[in-house]
Every structure is written in C-alpha cells, then in structure tokens.
C-alpha cells in the first residue's frame, strides 16, 4: 500500500460545479497535512493546510479524518482557472530519526467553461 | 525576499555527460529537499540535506547521483553519466526546519538528455 494514495483523474467538471478529492494514507502517526497545487509544468505550490478542525479559505475547504485516515479536498463553484493538479501531502511519522514528508501522485482536475 | 532559487532552468545533455543543478533555498531556510518528476508521474523524494549534512538519501539512485549541501553557496544536484531515462524535472524545496514546516519550491530544472 502507498503511504499515500489520490485518485489520478482527470475530474472534468463544468464551470459552477462543485468538486471533492479524498486521499488516504497509511501511516497513523502522521501529524501534518497539506494540499498542494501545481500547475502544468510549473512547480507545486501551497494551497493550504489541513486542521484537525477542519478548515475553509474562501471556496476551498478541507478536513481531516483520522479515524478513517483520510483528508479531503471540496472546491465549491469551480473556475476555470481551478484546472490543475492537486497534490495531498502527508508528514510525520519518524523515518531515520526525522519526520518525513510524503507527496501523493495528485488529482488533476479541468474545468470546462 | 527572493523565493527558492534554481538554475538552470533548462538543461540538455548527451548520454555520458554529466548534470550539475544549483538550488539556493530561500533566505532564513538552512533544510533543502530534492524532488525528481518524471513526465505525467508524481514528486519522487530523493535526498533531504541541511548544510553540510545528508539527512536522508532513502530516494537517490544508488549509482551516479549525489548531492551536497556545502556551509557556503547552493546545494547541487549532480548526475554523472546521464542517460535517456535521466530527463524529468528536478524540483528543490527549502523548509525553515525539518519535516513537517511547509516546504517552498524552487521552479525546477527541466534537463533533457538526447
């Protein structure tokens, strides 16, 4: 099993629609948690970070699950400028005396107008 | 502030040659991380340094890589006897501490070896 495991896509959705990524991991002594956006040949960057509480920027929102060991994604009135591909990113967990970061494979999404 | 630097941007090479990528982390940032992407595939850890140490080496080829971090100027990449399955985008992340702060990407060398 991967340490961290997204869906590939590709996610078409039209403009306006509203679209949710889930990805799993495997290690529970994981402590950290980001989504990640990268565009086509452009290098990964922060969208934000994951809260036991849960957390909402604007129209993104995303939770944490421990029980389950997942976290999720939901972009709510989907742009065209949304199309990318968005990395779930997972760190803890002691690997050789430091806590490791994990990158997932990502989702990649298009909007469609 | 300058952003995680990396140069070049682009690289060709022949096979048999060999790569140099620099990656100047962001000011205030002593924890690099190197990353490869092979077209349509994810991020592939390869090497965590802090200057002057390798912390881990768990993703580096066994042969013809290595990577330094030296107490003065970038860290760097270094690809002897570059091959075919070499070309893919190198991409240099910089962290304030270890693991679990935020990581800050670099805009990556693409090399390309013909």
């Known amino acids: 099993r991967k340490e961290v495991e997204q869906d590939p896509g590709p996610f078409n959705v039209p403009e306006g629609a509203t679209v949710a990524f889930n990805c799993t991991y495997s290690?529970?002594?994981?402590?950290?948690f980001f989504w990640y956006r990268q565009d086509c040949r452009k290098e990964p960057k922060l969208l934000m970070s994951?809260?036991?509480s849960g957390n909402e920027d604007g129209r993104f929102t995303a939770q944490l699950n421990r029980a389950s060991q997942y976290i999720s994604l939901l972009i709510r009135d989907s742009k065209l400028s949304d199309s990318a591909t968005y990395l779930c990113?997972?760190?803890?967990?002691?690997?050789?005396?430091?806590?490791?970061?994990?990158f997932g494979i990502g989702t990649k999404l298009q909007v469609i107008p | 502030n300058a952003g995680v630097m990396q140069n070049p941007r682009h690289l060709v090479r022949r096979r048999g040659q060999e790569a140099r990528l620099r990656c100047s982390p962001m000011?205030?940032?002593?924890?690099v991380y190197w990353y490869r992407q092979l077209p349509e595939e994810g991020l592939k850890f390869m090497v965590y340094?802090?200057?002057?140490?390798?912390?881990?080496e768990s993703g580096m080829p066994k042969e013809r890589f290595s990577a330094e971090f030296p107490k003065e100027g970038p860290s760097i990449l270094r690809i002897q006897q570059v091959v075919r399955g070499d070309s893919a985008a190198y991409f240099c992340?910089?962290?304030?501490?270890?693991?679990?702060?935020?990581?800050?990407f670099g805009p990556g060398t693409r090399l390309l070896v013909l």
């Open positions: 340094l802090q200057k002057e140490n390798i912390i881990d």
């Open positions: 000011k205030g940032h002593s924890h």
């Open positions: 994951v809260y036991s």
């Open positions: 992340a910089s962290s304030p501490s270890q693991g679990l702060e935020t990581q800050y």
């Open positions: 290690n529970s002594a994981s402590q950290s």
């Open positions: 990113v997972v760190g803890g967990g002691r690997s050789g005396g430091y806590q490791k970061v994990t």
